[in-house]
């Protein structure tokens, strides 16, 4: 006991340095992918290639379900109390045309879901899942639920309470999820602030590809300069990464794939650095070295670099 007290007192000494900092993480909550389904905001699309995909509808869960929007409400302001940044669902699905993005869920070339757009434009730290249901017995009602903490730039989870119960007598949902957090909130937030304590020091994780279009002959191999266009490129990832950290997975003629690269969490500016624009800086020096580039974006911590015209 004395020993999870002190580690817990480390934390918060941590937390409190993180935040006199002002880096604060931001959070936006979401209905998790099990809640949607379990009460029927879920839609499948089958896209060209036949592959089935989940779609999970926000827009019409927040609508339909009387509780799903206070639920969210009142973890955002405890998170929010706890110091967070939050991120507004509701407000960020108003900004975005959902139908569009699912009208072009069937498309071949069309790898990331709504949800991955969602999260992109929106730009938050944590994706936070909310999942829970009550039973009730007599007078009695006992709430049922978990929050899992995602790394929006990731989808790695980082933190989750598990599966916890909650028993008292019958109260508004909102209510019950403000009193059953108490107990775990701390714990929680304590997992979520040792993952921002580890990319303060270890640097943001991402994952970037690099690719060749047809017509260059030599690919990644072209000679520039006396040196290989791909250790070029090997050199400014290793250069431009928190103390270097990258792990290249795969490799060839045509193709680079860093399934890990530890990107500096903010700019000199103090805003957050997303792939793509930490990629733009290989572009600019690719260009001023005559070899035409462009930046894709396939998600908030997923970047693709297509070299040719």
């Not at 979401?30 to 839609?43: I, R, Y």
């Not at 973890?75 to 569009?100: P, R, T």
Request: aromatic fraction near 8%; include cysteine; charge should be negative.
């Amino acid at each position: 006991m004395k020993r999870l007290f002190i580690a817990l007192a480390l934390v918060s000494f941590a937390v409190t340095s993180l935040f006199a900092q002002a880096v604060q993480p931001s959070i936006m909550v979401f209905p998790s992918n099990a809640w949607c389904h379990q009460n029927g905001f879920e839609k499948i699309v089958t896209k060209a290639d036949g592959k089935e995909v989940r779609i999970q509808e926000y827009d019409k869960a927040l609508v339909e379900n009387k509780d799903l929007k206070p639920a969210i409400i009142t973890i955002g302001s405890l998170m929010k109390d706890e110091g967070f940044d939050l991120v507004d669902l509701e407000q960020n699905l108003a900004n975005q045309d959902l139908e569009a993005a699912l009208d072009n869920a069937s498309e071949v070339d069309i790898e990331s879901t709504p949800y991955d757009r969602l999260i992109a434009s929106a730009g938050p730290d944590i994706a936070l899942h909310i999942n829970y249901y009550t039973e009730r017995h007599g007078p009695d009602v006992t709430l049922f639920y978990d929050l899992t903490a995602f790394d929006a730039y990731t989808s790695k989870q980082i933190a989750s309470t598990g599966l916890i119960n909650y028993t008292a007598k019958s109260a508004p949902l909102q209510t019950l999820i403000q009193s059953a957090l108490k107990g775990s909130i701390n714990a929680f937030k304590a997992q979520l602030m040792q993952h921002f304590l580890d990319m303060q020091e270890k640097g943001r994780e991402i994952s970037v590809r690099i690719n060749v279009v047809s017509g260059w002959e030599d690919g990644l191999e072209t000679d520039v300069d006396g040196d290989e266009l791909g250790e070029i490129i090997e050199e400014w990832i290793s250069d431009n990464c928190v103390s270097g950290r990258n792990h290249q997975k795969a490799a060839s003629k045509t193709n680079m794939y860093y399934d890990s690269a530890r990107i500096p969490l903010f700019n000199e500016k103090g805003k957050a650095v997303q792939a793509r624009q930490w990629l733009k800086g290989l572009q600019k020096k690719l260009k001023g070295m005559g070899i035409p580039s462009t930046v894709q974006m396939r998600g908030l911590g997923q970047a693709q670099l297509v070299i040719g015209e």
